[in-house]
């Protein structure tokens, strides 16, 4: 009995102080640092993103409207028939809006991530661009209906006489209009992106109450080696 409790009463041995230094770097942030605990970072909401499926949809939508629009069939349909024009219209306006809408949503969270907008439209720009350069090289095939044109507002002799703009000259201009400022739309839309990315970049950073120095100590560990 008294050697038990001599043994009982025996002062226990502390820790040395590069001990406790090693158990205080092996404390995880969430014991040390509310802000990362599960209860606070589920507060915080997920990003949502617009869903690539719909994106690729879209695109599709967007960019295929104008190919299909430029086929010689429906394009002296759409030249000669005002129905048929009136559809056209109606159907640029809704697709070129579904289009965008993955890049200009007014939910900013419901937008293409930046760098997904950026080849969203730059694959854009690349379909526009082949449109353009065969509308612009190719012979009178596109819309043949403009080779003999119905001038309801007697405007033709002064644009094919003293103007010169006989039909494959026109076609040439409609197809440099495709080719060149279109994608100077979807370069100002790229470079809109990525500012927003940069912008965005400081909300990825973590809060600086979250970092913990790999080399933090304990006051005093530092002088025993």
Known sequence: MVGSSQMTNQPTPKASAGERARNAQAV?????HGAATPSRAAEKPARRGFPTRTAVATWGLGVGAMWFWHAPRLCNAAASSPDVQYLQT???LLMGGAFWWPILSPRVERRLPPFAAMLYLFTACLACTTLGILITFSPIEVCSIFAHPVDHLGALPLLRGSWGLDAQADQQIGGLLMWVPACLIY??????????YYAEEP???PPPDQVIAPDAQEPGAAEVR
């Open 203 to 205: 909300a990825r950073r």
């Open 90 to 92: 109606l159907s640029l």
């Open 187 to 196: 370069a100002i839309g790229i470079m809109a992106s990525l500012g927003r």
């Open 28 to 32: 995880p942030i969430s014991t040390t």
